[in-house]
């Protein structure tokens, strides 16, 4: 017998008691938690969200233009001394319009390895959804955001967030508007660790500066 | 491994063990109160996260097929693995058959619960830990004893020893005139293992969470070790507890809310990764396509390990819901006192009490002993997020012990003779004595047991109720957990005058 058969064996046995119940599972779950909590307006949740990053140390930005995004991107860039940056392939151009020839671009192609995205200095990316409640970022890996490794090896990370657009009050709402079967991040702060008598130190492996762009009229 | 009482005798005259303990706990629970009391329905999404597990586990063998086929579609290979010894064999197989030697892992319990490490270095496989508590434990040649933080044990000056004395036995060194400030320890810990991050060509990991109707697995994690070893490698393979399984994408709402809260007191952890399979883009499921993302191989073992005997049990079934969120540790007097490695197993305080002595029978000293090492205070019950009624199955488990019955052995039903009176009765016996002589530990014992829950009726049961019978049990206090908690601020001040640190 595989092992597949003796487990699932074993599971039937061990279930043999339970009387045999067949509520559909959207009623055998009744969802009585709140979809989101507290009422807010828009420009109450972006708010909301501006402040939840800060609170786990991302640094906030806001730019009500397309143009101003660009001037701010390439001073962030300039202030951190980045000579090279990654751009996932489908990246609004105009973002990167205001940076200099002497920052380089570093396509995200399936070919380059790790050791490379490595002496790469910052990245540039758009996002899926951005959660207000906890202050979360969840990437989905669509064009303007490349693939998983490119947000995580380079220790830079700006993350331009439309607003209000791509930004939602609740866990439960992000839930419902991600498709499961993308490759997903959730970041929420720079990578962190309490691990040495709990004091909260900011970047281990992920990038250790996470600067958040809300764009938009918001 | 010694009994319980003899490991945290020993445990509680460690001085550094004790402060490093006390001000873990205290600060996690303090902090854990105040993000529950961020999201007003807390309640909803306990009794939520509950069902979804107890659902869950009746229909498993249902949902377990579900995973397979998912996981299948989405380009994954799955495994199933009826005990330890063939999940550490499976692994040992897949990374033998990539050629490499070397792996690095994210934090697992189920690879500890499994001794991989151990298996894998006998193959003449080298497993590298790369959670920085974690890497903290492999360099220290030590035991973890917390589930989230598992070197609370050490401070930061015995980390600076060990990372200046072993790093550079297993990879980059630590730097010169490394001090002992935890940004420096940091530091040194991105170094030594960027560069094993970097070559991997295989990583294991463990999941929180599997969806069922998706075949999506979810690790929450904090430092990115987990995104290197989950992107990075050209093979993945996971191992995964079958009660890890929830049915619906949806599921995930209630658990990415209740976990972090719960765990490290965070309204989110700084990292969640979710992937379905050889994940590419949505409708790609070919792998050396341009959008490609992460590891080309992805093998899921899926493991029993005395989960369906588990299962199988009436009452001691609920702990399969846990989520491996540690809130009950920090606030479990007796663990506070005794510390991670008086439970003998990876699974330390109030959840190991109850896991680790069904997941491998309660026929060592160490096994009959657990069900004691609690004051069945209640406190762990309050706090879990899924509500698990661990004291309830403690007594469970104290009767078993001492009384014998029919439990499930590898799927098959044995009966346990009465512990003849000898094995039982002395756990039972040291344990009380050990927390007689430690007054704190008894009153919140006393007084917590008898007011807030049903499990009041019940006299100490099994080897205790012959002990009862011969001693004077204390009355029951006029004061509710909750008043007598905050008032002594968590025991910490043994029931006298109110007092915050
Ligand atoms: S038993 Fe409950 S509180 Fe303890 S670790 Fe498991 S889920 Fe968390």
């Not at chain 2, 297993?170 to 010169?176: D, K, V």
């Not at chain 2, 883009?281 to 369906?308: C, I, M, Q």
């Amino acid at each position: 017998m595989s092992s597949r058969d003796v487990i699932l064996g074993r599971v039937r046995r061990a279930l043999a008691d339970v009387p045999p119940d067949e509520t559909p599972y959207e009623r055998a779950l009744p969802r009585t938690y709140l979809r989101e909590h507290g009422e807010r307006s828009v420009a109450q949740t972006v708010e909301l969200l501006a402040e939840n990053l800060a609170d786990y140390r991302a640094v906030v930005h806001r730019c009500a233009t397309v143009p101003e995004l660009s001037a701010l991107i390439a001073g962030l860039l300039a202030g951190r001394g980045a000579r090279s940056v990654l751009v996932p392939p489908g990246l609004d151009e105009a973002w990167l319009a205001g940076t200099g020839a002497d920052v380089t671009r570093v396509a995200d192609r399936a070919e380059s390895t790790a050791a490379e995205l490595d002496r790469v200095d910052s990245v540039v990316t758009g996002c899926a959804v951005a959660i207000a409640e906890t202050g979360t970022l969840v990437l989905d890996g669509s064009p303007d955001q490349g693939r998983r490794r490119i947000t995580l090896i380079p220790d830079h990370h700006i993350c331009v967030v439309r607003v209000p657009d791509q930004v939602v009050g609740s866990v439960p709402q992000a839930v419902e508007r991600l498709a499961p079967r993308r490759p997903l991040t959730w970041i929420s702060g720079p990578s962190a660790t309490s691990d040495i008598e709990l004091d909260r130190v900011e970047g281990v492996h992920g990038p250790r500066t996470l600067e958040v762009v809300l764009l938009g009229g918001v | 491994m010694p009994a319980f009482p003899k490991a945290a005798h020993d445990a509680v005259r460690d001085t550094t063990l004790r402060g490093n303990l006390r001000h873990a706990t205290h600060t996690i629970r303090a902090k854990r109160a105040h993000a529950v009391a961020e999201v007003s329905d807390w309640a909803e999404l306990r009794e939520a996260g509950k069902r979804i597990k107890d659902h869950t586990l009746r229909h498993l063998d249902r949902y377990l097929v579900q995973v397979e086929e998912a996981v299948t579609a989405a380009g994954g290979v799955v495994h199933w693995a009826a005990d330890a010894d063939e999940a550490n064999r499976i692994v040992a197989e897949l990374v033998r058959a990539t050629g490499e030697s070397e792996v690095v892992k994210v934090k697992s319990m189920a690879t500890q619960e499994i001794g991989l490490n151990e298996a894998l270095e006998a193959e003449g496989i080298h497993a590298y830990e790369t959670d920085l508590a974690e890497l903290i434990v492999q360099l220290g040649r030590d035991r973890p004893s917390h589930i989230l933080v598992p070197a609370i044990h050490r401070n930061r000056g015995e980390i600076r020893d060990i990372f200046a004395r072993e790093m550079g036995e297993w990879g980059r060194p630590a730097p010169e005139g490394l001090t002992d400030s935890p940004a420096e320890l940091a530091e040194a810990a991105r170094l030594h293992l960027r560069e094993k991050f970097l070559r991997a060509k295989v990583g294991i990991s463990g999941a929180n969470f599997v969806v069922a109707e998706t075949g999506t697995l979810v690790v929450v994690e904090s430092e990115g070790n987990g995104r290197m070893c989950l992107t990075l490698p050209e093979t993945l393979i996971s191992v995964v507890g079958i009660e890890k399984i929830v049915p619906t994408w949806q599921d995930l709402e209630v658990f990415l809310q209740t976990l972090p809260r719960s765990s490290t007191a965070e309204r989110m952890n700084p990292y969640t990764s979710m992937w379905t399979g050889t994940t590419n883009s949505e409708s790609d499921s070919d792998s050396d396509s341009d959008s490609a993302d992460g590891p080309k191989n992805f093998h899921l073992v899926l493991l029993d390990n005395g989960r369906t005997d588990t299962l199988a049990d009436e009452v001691g079934w609920q702990a399969l819901r846990c989520i491996r969120c540690s809130a009950c540790l920090n606030v479990c007097p007796v663990y506070e006192r005794a510390g991670g490695h008086a439970y003998g197993s990876v699974y330390p305080g109030p959840i190991g009490a109850i896991l680790s002595p069904q997941l491998r029978g309660t026929e060592s000293e160490i096994d009959a002993s657990l069900p004691y090492a609690s004051s069945l205070c209640g406190a762990c019950y309050e706090v879990c997020p899924v509500a698990i009624d661990i004291p309830e199955v403690l007594v469970h488990l104290r009767e078993r012990v001492a009384q014998g019955g029919t439990v499930t052995r590898e799927g098959a039903k044995v009966v346990l003779k009465p512990a003849k009176g000898h094995a039982a009765e002395r756990a039972a016996m040291r344990a009380a004595r050990w927390a007689f002589s430690r007054p704190g530990v008894l009153r919140a014992g006393q007084r917590l047991a008898s007011r807030t829950r049903r499990l009041h009726p019940r006299t100490l049961p099994g080897p205790g109720r012959a002990w009862s019978g011969s001693r004077d049990l204390p009355p029951v206090p006029a004061e509710p957990f909750r008043d007598w908690w905050q008032r002594t601020n968590g025991g910490k001040t043994d029931g006298g005058k109110g007092g915050a640190e």
